[in-house]
């Protein structure tokens, strides 16, 4: 699949030189953290049609705005902040998520990616008109053991056969498709054959270890089977399976290492418009976009005035780890080919 810059915003590769440069000469500055998003995330919901064993979504507020404050809150992320995230939850639960999908699109975000479990696609495909990228997240190849993790009986037949049918569409209708798979202690031997999975219907993979608060599962760590798997994601990344993950995140997941966190490169907004300062893990709120200006005036505040939360751990999570990558080291981050995943491939 051929990539088009078409849909690259100025300002998107204006906040990528900004905190390159910020990274290089001003990380160790009282405000060096004080760096521009690249993309948000917006989690609008957090209802779901799964119950996974791993995941803390069920017992999470299930309060959302309505359509028409939602469609607000999209206005207040767009100024300064290119890209956009949807998350949840399970964003297509929402009724009018066509609606809110379209109106991100024509605020101009890009890349505009969706996060799915694919359930309910078959009544939004019109959304596949507007995303660029669609992660859809699957952690088996086999239904008797995804559909007990995910507590919904037939659901891994189902979402590997809808897999299927979009990845076929996805030339003709320019987007990206990201299989993301939570590495499990137990079910460490279900990674490769996902891997295969997404080679052979021809989208890309992504693997994370599974992250119990703000630390590494500790069955995983120090776990030489779990080591093993992180080996092999990186030889066959090498040998040209589409390993989406960075090379230089596998090693440090894979011993799980220090590293420098810049959680606001890819910051986060709530359901209920709430801004999360630095990160969802602290829980921190800078703001609400219903009562701000901007997104972007809130962090700015934030920067300036806001105490620094530390959290004191390391959470793991590859939307904070990603983005530092190609902070630190953005040659081995173009040389990997990791732009397709930045950039929209539509027309504006």
Known sequence: MSLSLKRIRGEWLANLARNLLKVRFDKDKPHGHAIRPVLVSYNITNRCNMRCEYCGYPGMDQRELKTSQMLRVLEKIRPGCPALDISGGEPLILKD??????????????????????????????????????????????????????????????????????????DTKKFQININAVILPGMLDQILPLLDFAAEIGVSFNAVPRVDGFHPNPELVGNPEYQ???????????????????????????????????????????????VYYPCTKVHWSAGNLLE?????????????DAPMHHCGHLCYMSCYMEPIHYLEHPISFLVEGHLSRLVGKRTA
């Open 228 to 274: 093993r798997l992180i080996d092999t994601l990186i030889e066959r990344k090498k040998e040209g399976y589409p390993v989406l993950n960075t090379t230089l995140y596998l090693e440090r997941v894979r011993d799980f290492l220090p590293y420098r966190c810049y959680a606001t490169v890819t910051p986060k907004v709530g359901p209920l418009g709430e």
């Open 292 to 304: 701000e200006p901007s997104l972007w005036a809130v962090l700015q505040r934030a920067y300036r």
């Open 97 to 170: 998520i066509d609606r809110i999908m379209a109106h991100a699109y024509g605020l101009g975000f890009a890349p505009l990616v969706l996060n799915t479990n694919l359930l309910l696609m078959p009544r939004h495909e019109v959304l596949l008109d507007y995303i660029d990228q669609m992660i859809v997240s699957l952690d088996s190849t086999d239904p008797r053991i995804w559909d007990k993790v995910v507590g919904v009986k037939g659901a891994c037949d189902r979402v590997m056969g809808l897999l299927r049918e979009y990845a076929r569409e996805q």
